[in-house]
């Protein structure tokens, strides 16, 4: 049954089952987040060394409690994925990214990351291509990044959400690969434009047999005919392998940490310029 909240919101039955206070109080926070304004989106670009350009920007939402302090992604987003909030707070961040950087100019292309429970509702590419045509962006400048944290080679309703969102023209990045345990069978099941190396990679590659493994994983999937990203970059160094290795795409507080748009760190047109 349903459980009545305070002030007689509804809540999510799912809430029944978080533990403790803790968690249904942030619950609460995120059931009521993007009426209240606590949400908002801070940006990363991904940049193409090679080129010195930006190749796109990523998207990472970050959360206000009632006191005004962060809470981190790594806290509420598993929260809004048990409680079903999620599905609410990743359209408002598609919907807010597409205005705030392709309506805005602010880059060509733009990446939202996108959950598993958003991937079981059938209705989801419909939302997608409602926005897209809402604002009259081409849907080649979206790209939905999802991650190895579930399996989805297994999961034909997902894998049907997946497919309707290509055909829209929505490119699919495969995030943090490396790290889940469904690993190769994704790349089989899935046609991705995209894959990021998760950053655990790059950072043990100062040994040399981390060096040897992470190359390993870059003939495989650029054998497969996809990009690559690398994750993580903070140092010199690390962009020296990332150009020994020929790897035009990388993100990074070396490259350039999230902002919000308009942020202290960006200025007009150059807000995102490697
Ligand atoms: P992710 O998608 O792998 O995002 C990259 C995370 O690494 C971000 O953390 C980013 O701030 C951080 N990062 C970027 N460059 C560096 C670097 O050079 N060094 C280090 N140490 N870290 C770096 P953040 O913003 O805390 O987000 C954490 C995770 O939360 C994300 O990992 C993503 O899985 C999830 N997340 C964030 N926003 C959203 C969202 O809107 N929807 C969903 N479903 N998940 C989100
Ligand atoms: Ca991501
Ligand atoms: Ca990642
Ligand atoms: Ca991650």
Redesign the pocket.
Known sequence: AKANGRNGTHVFDAQASLTDNEDRNLAVILEQAVERDHLSLVY?PIIDVERGSVHAVE???RLRGADGVPI???IF?PVAERTGA?IQL?RW?IRTACAEILVAGVANKVS????AVQLREASFPLFVAGVLSEMKLSPSSLAL?I?EGFDISSDSKMLQTVSALQRIGVEIWL??FGTGYAGLSWLQAVEFTLVKID?RFLQSCETEEGAKFLQDILHLVRNRGLSVVL????TSEQMAFLRKVNVPLA????LGR?APVGGAQSRGSARFEA
């Open positions: 990363q998207t990472l939402m981190p992604p790594s987003i999620i990743g961040a939202v990351n996108v959950s990044e991650t995030d943090d950053q994750e993580g970059v903070e993100q990074g507080y070396y999230p």
